[in-house]
């Protein structure tokens, strides 16, 4: 596709419940970020993939979290047993690294909302 | 730590009102200072890659500039289009990008 592609756009939720949240990067971008952004906040590192390395997973604020990327394209971000603090606006980016400065796309992101 | 402020949080200009956006950043070695616009609903769109000290960027009526220290996002003359969280970030040595909370700026007609 032109951009990247993150699906649901709005994702509503019970406490508890387990929930996925997809992202399809733009053809060719190695590396891919998820991102949370919660109101009021800036963005909130969550985990990077670049190619087939290990991915970062430094920023997963528990382990209820968790993160897949398929064949090095698709990326599936897990949660589960949501909790209300889990409400945010979760963006997935992606990028051709290959140089310092190397600018992100992102996609519209998923509004979860966890009741 | 790797740090990034920006200010102010809000800022309400008329139609034509210039000013400015601040982003302050600490972080041991910059690779890149960037500015995003986030509209509601949507993710961050990509503005401007600064690399060092003195440089500077313009696309419109929007001029980016960089110092050791801070960057400055300047609005010539806005129209309400304009209207948009504007977003800071640096990335330091790895590829964590770093982000501010933003500045949501509101031009009236």
């Known amino acids: 596709g032109a951009g990247v592609s993150q699906s649901p756009s709005n994702k509503v939720t019970e406490k508890g419940k387990d929930v996925e949240l997809r992202c399809d990067p733009i053809s060719g971008h190695t590396a891919l970020y998820w991102y949370r952004q919660s109101l009021g906040q800036g963005l909130e590192f969550l985990i990077y993939f670049q190619g087939n390395s290990a991915p970062d997973k430094s920023g997963l604020p528990s382990d209820r979290f968790s993160a897949e990327r398929t064949g090095g394209s698709v990326s599936t971000l897990t949660i589960q047993r949501t909790q209300q603090e889990d409400s945010a606006v979760y963006l997935c980016a992606s990028s051709s690294p290959g140089r310092a400065g190397e600018k992100l796309f992102f996609g519209s992101g998923t509004q979860l909302s966890v009741l | 730590e790797d740090q990034v402020t920006q200010s102010p949080e809000a800022l309400r200009l008329q139609e034509g009102e210039s000013s400015s956006l601040n982003c302050s950043y600490t972080?041991?070695?910059?690779?890149?200072l960037f500015w995003y616009r986030q509209d509601p609903g949507k993710g961050p769109e990509f503005l401007f890659t600064l690399y060092s000290a003195g440089e500077e960027k313009e696309k419109e009526r929007l001029k980016a500039t960089l110092t050791k220290k801070e960057s400055f996002l300047h609005i010539t003359a806005p129209k309400p289009e304009d209207s948009a969280t504007y977003l800071c970030?640096?990335?330091?040595?790895?590829?964590?990008?770093?982000f501010g909370t933003g500045t949501r700026l509101k031009v009236l007609a």
């Open positions: 972080v041991s070695g910059l690779r890149g």
């Open positions: 970030a640096v990335q330091p040595p790895t590829y964590k990008y770093i």
